[in-house]
């Protein structure tokens, strides 16, 4: 690791970027086989029951966001400002405040799973198998929380593309063990659970040990735990709290509402119908996420013009990348739906997934603006922005249920439309106007976004006519021609010459490494 320094900037932005592609897709192939093994083997709402317990676990997560958000922005800070026994307070208070934390959260808990069948709706020869999921999602929750304070050492040096690694190699281990499990044992709603917990070890081993190869710093010191240094992270991140519980209200119980108001078997159709936005969205997450340290640096380092051509250039990347499997799940969505799980309304699935991510042909540019609030520590507008838009959704979607015939659909839509006006008329020229530019700045994103949507669903529906996906083999040549064709197009109209060359330049440096390989 000592020759990390020699890598530029840029260099380490795009390896950032590839690494986290990488990890999506191996995301990306775990549920292509799990999700419809699943629904074959055990019916849709197991599936549906898996997705709901990783929400619940989201629920919980409200606590501890208030701590954890913003950890990585103190500490990068103060690293970057040379104050490291500042970093090391943050770092030993967070700590602390996480292990008290999970204590308080065990016995309420414990709690929610021995009455889980009379709070929600669970299908008669499931309740053990479900309630079993929830509590290895729940140690699986309290586990990684302890651990991930090793994380912001790959945030405050800039190398995420090392985290990103890691997860690429723990997800392949998780695969096996699944598959293991699923093969040799009668199948279980909660192997996929079981598979990630035992996958817990091996990842904080690796997270343990970076971080003391990238900062040796960061150590556990009882004398420098302060009090006033959490309440700093606290004050700040209450409000990320909230907002993640605005962002609930907006995506999060729409599978709870299914399953208490309308069935079942409707929450499992749609968490189907969510497993490819997901993957579309944490694509698009990973990447607007790799940009967030360099934001942070500069940010603190007083470097104007160096933001703005970070956040330029994070726009037409995003753009670029983030608009192909958008536009391929809106041309090809029915078709994948009709092979990958032959026994459902394909149709359906495909208006539900569109439904689901259709905001990001307008917003998959700007997701990077996100970071901006927890980087000026401006997180409390925003967070109100969202809880405000999150109890609108909650409100429309139950009277919608309640008075309306439109079902599973207004749940899947509603949010989505609130949310798009959210970010169009706040958080894109909020965010600029933190920053001290035009509150119009950033709106360039849109275009980029807009413009690579379009052309990846012209170029879509020219390859399905002239190669129509009848199977899987005709199904990859299509989609595969799409992405090159758009992904070279996108980068001819929306990326300027030395953003292409510095791209192409790192492809064929990975592409050479790997036939090494």
């Not at 709901?52 to 989201?58: C, E, G, R």
């Not at 040379?82 to 943050?90: F, I, L, N, Q, R």
């Not at 169009?424 to 933190?434: E, K, M, N, V, W």
């Amino acid at each position: 690791m000592g020759n990390l320094k020699s890598i530029s900037d840029k260099r380490k932005l795009l390896i950032n970027i590839a690494a986290s592609m990488s990890a999506f897709v191996l995301n990306v192939a775990v549920g292509f086989f799990i999700s419809p093994y699943i629904v074959r083997t055990l019916g849709v709402e197991a599936n549906g029951y898996i997705q709901l317990a990783n929400n619940i676990i989201s629920y919980v997560s409200i606590i501890t966001v208030a701590i954890n958000s913003m950890s990585g922005r103190f500490i990068t800070i103060a690293i970057a400002t040379d104050e490291t026994d500042k970093a090391v307070g943050y770092y030993t208070s967070v700590f602390w405040a996480n292990v008290v934390l999970a204590v308080l959260l065990l016995l309420p808990f414990i709690g929610v799973i021995w009455r889980l069948d009379s709070l929600i709706n669970i299908t008669a020869g499931l309740v053990s198998d479900v309630k079993m999921l929830l509590a290895l999602a729940f140690v699986n929750f309290v586990l990684s929380n302890l651990l991930s304070l090793w994380n912001n050492a790959y945030y405050a040096t800039n190398t995420l593309f090392l985290q990103y690694a890691r997860i690429a190699i723990a997800t392949i281990v998780r695969v096996v063990i699944t598959i293991i499990l699923f093969v040799s044992l009668k199948p279980r709603v909660f192997y996929v659970t079981l598979a990630a917990l035992l996958c817990v070890p091996l990842t904080a081993f690796w997270s343990f040990r970076d971080k003391e190869r990238l900062l040796p710093v960061l150590k556990i010191n009882n004398e420098k735990f302060s009090l006033i240094k959490l309440k700093e992270i606290v004050s700040s991140g209450i409000w990320r709290s909230l907002q993640a519980t605005g962002e609930i209200l907006l995506t999060g119980l729409d599978l709870l509402i299914c399953n208490l108001f309308i069935s079942p078997i409707a929450m499992g159709v749609l968490a189907l119908s969510k497993t490819v936005p997901s993957m579309i969205q944490q694509l698009n997450w990973q990447i607007a996420s790799t940009f967030a340290p360099k934001l942070t640096i500069n940010f603190a380092q007083e470097r104007k013009e160096e933001i703005w051509n970070e956040l330029k250039h994070s726009f037409k990347i995003l753009a670029v990348i983030g608009t192909i499997p958008l536009g391929g799940l809106i041309i090809f969505g029915q078709d994948f739906f009709r092979l990958w799980v032959p026994g459902e309304d394909a149709g359906m699935l495909q208006v539900l997934s569109v439904l689901s991510c259709f905001w990001m042909a307008l917003l998959a540019g700007v997701q990077p603006v996100g970071n901006v609030f927890a980087t000026v520590n401006k997180v409390k507008p925003q967070a109100i922005s969202v809880i405000i838009s999150g109890i609108l959704n909650t409100v429309l979607v139950l009277f919608a249920v309640r008075f309306t015939n439109l079902g599973i659909y207004a749940v899947a839509g509603t949010s989505v439309l609130i949310g798009l006006l959210r970010n169009l008329c706040y958080t894109i020229p909020a965010s600029a106007r933190y920053l001290g530019f035009a509150w119009h700045k950033f709106y360039i994103g849109v275009w980029y976004s807009a413009i690579c949507t379009a052309i990846v669903m012209c170029i879509g529906y020219i390859a399905r006519q002239l190669i129509y996906p009848a199977g899987w083999k005709l199904m990859f040549i299509s989609c595969s021609v799409t992405a090159v064709l758009a992904f070279a197009v996108n980068t001819l109209v929306i990326l300027s010459k030395e953003e292409r060359i510095l791209i192409f330049a790192l492809a064929k440096k990975l592409i050479g490494r790997l036939a090494k390989r």
